[in-house]
């Protein structure tokens, strides 16, 4: 949440910073901010997109070799020009972006208040820049002992980036629970909150870890601990090409993520699977196979899509692997005093890597000593280095808000899990072991197929666009995916949307259904296919509209539903990967007929590091 971006060196800050907001954006955009430290130190900010920031800056000064920027997502203080950041010290000492919330801030405004400041916005982040600016001040400090005198006395989490204008030749980045990257360029660094603004000027980057903290000038980075232990700086290559943050003609990042699952399932499988499909190899694995055979119990942490993906997983361990499974929230795992047994396995599940709940129960289940494995997809991020072994998707760089092909990754990293934990427990043979794994290398083609049906899903999309609510039905493995349709059209269209399994209809949503009312249902032939058509029929009877996604060649519910959308014949477990992809576009086309912004849509964030 929030996007840090920051330059030290020769060329110009302005452009690298403002390129840095814009790739930042899906972070955050409710604010925008960039200060440039010159002999003339200028500071902008603006409420809205960052291209209101520039607007607001074009033809002012930018003149500056040293700079930072921030785009925000409020947590403290409504969006405003105000509460935007940077923050620049009461007495103009230091200017400051902050990522994370500082939990003890009110004690500590109330303490400078005492001492003479004044604050003009409502920030925790202003009361960090006058905490440090305090300190440097009444102490006769450097900057550098200032800011780690002040993140000390500070409790919370904190990304951050200072300048000092007394001391103009460097910036100072620490962090503690929220992510920082540093790309080390010739002569110059660059400090973002994740290596999207970085990698079209540098592959070499060091990941700052909690309580560290680089003082950095443009031809040296020192790194030490928020004590003052120095550290040696672990600079490592760039995995993500330029190319993948990029919209490549798509006209949102969330139409060209959901184009790109064939290739992020292929990617995700590629080198894990064996030519012959006799094995799954999941190098980050080798060391917990063990536990995981012996596990009492699975318990998969994760939030929003993460956590569909989740049930989906719970599916497949317990029908293939036959271990019991718990899927919970993040967020209520975390509170609600949960039972973890050494000998269970948790596995948290998390496309950014940051999500803060997720950290959060990752940490009492390690506690608890259970074993904790992730599946995540930004290399490098906390959760895969908090965590003790997992596995990587390989989706790419996922910009939409909206997660479309992290899911698809996850479901294919679990599919690739659940199978091999099957073989090894003996719960599946040789042979179909091998047999399933090749029906999972299919799927990617699959997909391409089910993308096929794009046009004829924004003629869908068209005719029930101005619907109010929508209804998501599915079962079985099918329920997560009626889950997270519902969620999809919800956070980027702003129509009310729920899932249910479908045979909870008739204990209260059916309730709902009346002739204006599109009610969505995964129905691709499998095992409980029989009771979803009755399950349609009893939709139908209440004139409600039914909009089917069947497997191909499905006369049955072609019969009945108002409009079918269909997907290839797959085996059941699979068919989440394919009976999503319509789902995923059916909410796309509605949100841009109705004019959201879909790749940023309201209140949103891509990575929630808050919890
Ligand atoms: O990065 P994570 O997978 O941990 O994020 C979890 C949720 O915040 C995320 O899936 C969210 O629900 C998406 N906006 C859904 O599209």
Redesign the pocket.
Known sequence: MCGIVGYIGDKQAYPILIKGLQRLEYRGYDSAGIALLNKQTVLYKQKGKVSDLEAHISGRTTDGTIGIGHTRWATHGEPNNVNAHPHSSFNNKFIVIHNGIIENYSMLKTKLIKRGYKFSSETDTEVLANLIEFIYLTGKVTAELAVRLALSKVVGAYGLVVMCKDEPDKLIAARKGSPLVIGVGQGEYFIASDATPIVEYTKSVIYLNDDDVAVIKKDELKLKTIDNEDLTPKIQELDLDIGEIDKMGFDHFMLKEIYEQPKAISDTFRGRVRKDHSDIHLGGLHEVWDDLEKARRIIII???????AGLVGEYLFEEFARVPVEVEY?SEFRYRKPIIFSDDVVIA???????AD?LAAIRIAKEAGAKVLGI???VGAS?PRETDAGVYTHAGPEI?????K??TA?VTVLTMMALKLANKKNKISDDKFSSLINELTLIPEKIEIALKANKEIERIAALYKDSTNALYLGRGFLFPVAL?GA??LK??SYIHAEGYPAAEMKHGPIALIDEQMPIIIAATKDSSYEKIVSNIQEVKARKGIVIAVVTEGDETIKGMADHVIEVPEAPEHLAPLLTVIPLQLLSYHVAVMRGCNVDQ?RN?A???TVE
């Open positions: 994760a939030c929003g899509t993460s956590w569909h993040s599940i998390s496309q950014s890597g940051e999500t997720t995540c997809n930004v959760i939409g808000v909206a997660s479309t992290a899911f996850q997270e969620l999809k956070e980027i849509p949103l891509k990575s929630v």
